[in-house]
């Protein structure tokens, strides 16, 4: 078992597990959330944009049942020959609340995973609804009005989102400010 990965790798795993479109972006977003965070608080930022891009390895496979959510990211994992504690322990806890079986986050990179990739979301609800559909010109306080809105992408774990600012030396606007900037580049993949 090998207990690193190497990003032409993990794009391999990638392309072969995840065929979705909407599955597809959301998981690039979320690397590319990580990346940048991880430059922030001075990480791997490899090891953190893989841990992002195959957080949802299995959501094809889930087909919208979430019982084996995570544990079969990690089962994916395992077959392939990977055993990644820290980032099987990341993709686990960021489904913290689905059962009482799962990890809670502890680490800088749990609380990361799990805020950046439910950002997502929101972001997307809230540029889909903008005119021209564009990323270019998204603040962060649209964004912040939208979380309070518990109606709008109602499927966002807001908590999440929050916890990011309460477990790191990040304020929530500056979170969602590199969620956005981030995002950017790859603008043109994801269609905003």
Known sequence: MKDTIQYNEALTLFNRYLKTD??????R???VIMRHLARHFQEDEDFWGITG???????????????????????????????????????LSHTEGLDDTRPKR?????????????LTGIITAYVLLRPGGKLEGTKP?????????????ASV????????SRHTS??????????????ITIADEIGM
């Open 157 to 164: 774990n807001r908590e999440f989102i929050a916890d990011v």
């Open 106 to 118: 502890e680490t800088l990179l749990d609380y990361c995973l799990a805020g950046a990739e439910n």
């Open 53 to 91: 891009l195959l957080h949802d390895l299995d959501m094809d496979e889930c087909q919208g049942d979430y019982t084996h959510h995570g544990y079969k990211t990690l089962e994916i994992l395992q077959q392939e020959g990977y055993n990644i504690e820290s980032m099987f322990h990341a993709i």
């Open 141 to 153: 306080k649209s964004i912040i009005k939208k979380l309070k809105d518990k109606s709008f992408a």
């Open 29 to 31: 977003e979320t690397e």
């Open 170 to 183: 990040l304020e929530e606007a500056d979170f969602i400010q590199r969620a956005i900037d981030a995002m």
């Open 22 to 27: 909407s599955l597809r972006k959301h998981s």
